[in-house]
């Protein structure tokens, strides 16, 4: 078993789910320690130096530069401890299987088949005959982002190694809640003291990525009155009926499942509600500043819309900027993607650079100051219990990481 493989398979059992009911403190969830104190311990096995786990989780360590490489700028290579609450994903069982084509089925949940057809995933038909990483079928698999993880501990194993492998100084870092928006806010830039950084956070193998969505989150609660059914008439105002109503007046063609490639979307991420109370959460996207600000516009004018059809304030809204588009920032530095670019390409992959149809804490970095484009972990289905990575994805990765930092040490 390689060793990126072994410690991708360790790292998936460690629970890390963020919880964005709890996304006032950082991290939201405690258990991210676990895994942050974890991978401390082994990096310090592996002689990283300055070694920390600060107050809010985050992970940093330095890699010295190779002999002749130590006056080139500091590179960081980062991704993130939680997965995403919008599937379950405590208690992940791993296992390995081989693909040997048409529905991959990951495995069998009260007699049946959690799978996924090539109809719906034309990527499989590459994947025939390769050995892929899957779950018993009621979770997710946590390759987003462990996959990340792995990768860039097992190119810090192997400089452990063998020193001389060139690369400039490196900075490592694993940042808690990306998930629910906040993983890179609290990370200390002056301290990290990088020129330029990738994240590791990418889907199938050779993407990348250095352009994102705007995004905000909308949290719309809604106001009714509670009566006996009996006595409804004219009286009673159902919260629940109100955010459907709501929901109605959003663009039903920018949903995320009618969107692609630049097209942003509404996305309706959770509604709770009774007759007297009701709140949906919504995240807004889209690449163009424009677009995405014209949504955010829309979507509070169904708000005025709806309180003038009840005659009074009845629905409110709270809305939050997540991030923006790294391609503002990012494009200044074309040759963070050349070089990712000729990485790829000298490992045998051949590099797919598209829009993220998301955000990574490299939306967050890159404005802060830290050029940061994305690379790919290699996994697929990522958010649900569908999720594999291919083992050969795992490995190439750290190949692809390996000629990467050498040219960032030339």
Known sequence: MSDVLNRFLRYVQVDTQSADEHCDQVPSTAIQFDLANMLADELRDLGARDVTVSENAYVTAWIPASEGAEDRPRLGL?????????????GVKPHVMTYEGGDLVCAMVDGKAISISPALLPA??????????????????????????????????????????????????????????HGA?????????????????????????WECFNAAEAVVRFQGFSIHPGDAKGRMVNAAELAHRFHSLLPAVQRPEYTSGYEGFYYLEGISGTVEHATS???????????????????????????????CERVTVEIKQQYRNMAEKVAQYPELITLAKEAFA??????????????????????????????????????????????????????????????FAA
């Open 185 to 209: 806010e609290l990370l200390d830039l002056d301290a990290y003291s990088c020129a330029y950084a990738y994240t590791v956070d990418g889907g199938p193998i050779g993407e990348l990525e």
């Open 281 to 311: 959460r919504y995240i807004i996207r889209d690449h163009d500043a424009g677009k995405f600000q014209a949504k955010i516009d829309h979507l509070l004018s169904a708000v005025s819309f709806m309180n003038e059809e009840q005659g």
């Open 78 to 90: 980062i991704s993130h401890l939680d997965t995403t609450e919008q599937a379950p994903g405590f």
């Open 124 to 181: 499989l038909n590459d994947l025939v005959g390769e050995e892929l990483v899957c779950t018993d079928g009621t979770t997710l698999l946590g390759a987003d982002d462990k996959a990340g993880i792995a990768e860039i501990m097992a190119l810090v194993a192997l400089i452990a190694e063998n020193p001389a492998l060139p690369h400039p100084e490196l900075g490592i870092c694993f940042c808690p809640d990306e998930e629910i928006g």
């Open 346 to 407: 000298e490992t045998g992959v051949e590099p797919n650079v598209i829009p993220i149809r998301g955000g990574t804490d490299g939306a967050q970095l890159s404005f802060r100051g830290l050029p940061c484009p994305n690379l790919s972990t290699g996994a697929y289905c990522c958010h649900g219990v569908n999720e594999f990575i291919p083992v050969k994805s795992l490995e190439t990765m750290v190949d692809v990481l390996t000629h990467l930092v050498a040219k």
